[in-house]
């Protein structure tokens, strides 16, 4: 996952895309921007952003986990706490099904993120034997 491009993401989203290149140095700093601040607070753009929005305590020491919890997002999705502030924010891209030989689009311009949950122990034939199309959803 790239956490850079979630950050990029969210912030396209917070600011109704407005923002659409870092500025200040980053992505987190140009939504700060966008907010009305000059500078970070105690060094720190996303406890900038935070503050703005109201969040004035960072939860489990992380302002990242703060912002989730501000979009009532509790836990990491996909194994990320930026994935949980797309969601939160709703940039997060579209579930879905993958269907075998059914996806029409190049590898190199899907956005959603391929997973699988296949547990290769528990398949019974040979992938080469395989007769039905296998499909996997998008979590």
Do not use: H
């Amino acid at each position: 996952m790239d956490i850079t491009n979630n950050i990029r993401k969210y912030v396209e989203c917070a600011s109704g895309g407005a923002i659409t290149e870092p500025t200040g140095g980053s992505w987190i700093s140009a939504l700060a921007i966008y907010q009305g601040s000059t500078e970070p607070l105690n060094a720190s753009w996303l406890q900038r952003v935070c503050d703005n929005f109201g969040i004035t305590e960072p939860v489990n020491g992380s302002w990242l986990i703060a912002l989730s919890f501000y979009y009532s997002q509790f836990e990491p999705i996909n194994g990320t706490w930026t994935y949980s502030i797309l969601v939160g924010c709703n940039a997060a891209p579209p579930s879905g099904t993958f269907i075998w030989n059914e996806v029409t689009s190049e590898w190199q311009n899907e956005t959603r993120e391929w997973k699988s949950v296949i547990t290769w122990d528990q398949v019974a034939t040979e992938w080469q034997n395989e007769t039905t199309k296998w499909q996997t959803p998008i979590v």
